[in-house]
């Protein structure tokens, strides 16, 4: 079982940057395959697609309106990903997750993956 921990989350004025962290707990050969995902849920909303990234990085993926603001990379080790998020904005606000997929591709929606984080808060003030 592959468990899988976000960090990263917190408050920052509009404008600002953050970055955010998922780590696989357990680095298999099953984990350095999987393509992985960045989803957000804001209050009385849906569970949103943000970006993803297939395993070999390669291919990556945006939601329109944080095209050109947000970038997804994976580390060296393959077993964490990122998501560095620039010029942050009110809309940006919500609790943040990643996802994995043994499928490896990466995907933007949420039944194409087998793990998830337990989220973490973003928060945008103006």
């Known amino acids: 079982q592959v468990q899988l921990v976000e960090s990263g989350g917190g408050l920052v004025q509009a404008g600002g940057s953050l970055r955010l962290s998922c780590a696989a707990s357990?680095?298999?050969?099953?984990?350095?395959?999987?393509?992985w995902g960045w989803f957000r849920q804001a209050p009385g909303k849906e569970r949103e697609f943000v970006s993803a990234?297939?395993?070999?990085?390669?291919?990556?993926y945006y939601v329109d309106s944080v095209k050109g603001r947000f970038t997804i990379s994976r580390g060296n080790a393959k077993n964490t990903i990122y998501l560095q998020m620039n010029s942050l904005k009110p809309e940006d606000t919500a609790v943040y997750y990643c996802?994995?997929?043994?499928?490896?591709?990466?995907?933007?929606?949420?039944?194409?993956?087998?793990?998830w984080g337990q989220g973490t808060q973003v928060t945008v003030s103006s």
């Open positions: 996802a994995a997929d043994r499928a490896g591709l990466g995907s933007d929606r949420t039944n194409d993956y087998d793990y």
């Open positions: 990234i297939s395993w070999s990085g390669s291919s990556t």
């Open positions: 357990a680095r298999t050969i099953g984990s350095y395959f999987m393509g």
